[in-house]
């Protein structure tokens, strides 16, 4: 099976004239392409802000859906050998970066998660403020006051 990989240049994500596959509003930030096997690209859906956190997740729980019932048609049924097909999600909204600190959280608790790895992801995305569409979440902002700091000091002494 492909790979589903989050897409992480802002450029293509943001499209002030194209409509939303969602509600159809002009202007998106978001976007979700599925690819074939040599990354040449099958479908392409562009969503506002409102609607990527549904629409996102919906056609990544699709895709993968497909892509295993097909795979087991394969083993099982004889069928034909399916493509290896992919799929890229990017948003300029914060989703992306919500959805990776809350995954991070059980696992900095237990202490699995490098300290340096952290402070830099911190730095990561307050740099992305800068572009970044909507009101940062809390849990976002709480991540890069406990972990951004570190990063500050280090630059400081650096100078
Ligand atoms: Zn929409």
Redesign the pocket.
Do not use: A, L, P, Q
């Given at each position: 099976m492909g790979e589903f990989c989050f897409e992480e240049d802002r450029g293509p994500l943001i499209d002030p004239d194209a409509l939303?596959?969602?509600?159809?509003?002009r202007g998106t930030v978001s976007r979700a392409r599925r690819l074939g096997e040599h990354n040449e690209e099958l479908e392409l859906h562009r969503?506002?802000a409102?609607?990527w956190a549904e629409?996102g997740a919906r056609l990544q729980a699709r895709w993968k859906e497909q892509d295993r019932v097909a795979h087991e048609a394969w083993i099982f049924d004889g069928a034909p050998r399916p493509p290896s097909l992919g799929a890229t999600f990017g948003s300029a909204t914060w989703h992306l970066y919500l959805e990776l600190v809350e995954r991070l959280v059980p696992a900095i608790r237990r202490g699995e998660v490098d300290d340096a790895y952290l402070t830099q992801l911190a730095q990561e995305m307050q740099q992305s403020a800068a572009w970044r569409v909507g009101r940062m979440p809390i849990r976002v902002l709480a991540f890069i006051q406990q972990y951004g700091a570190a990063h500050d000091v280090v630059g400081r002494r650096g100078h």
């Open positions: 939303c596959d969602g509600c159809g509003v969503f506002c409102s609607c629409e």
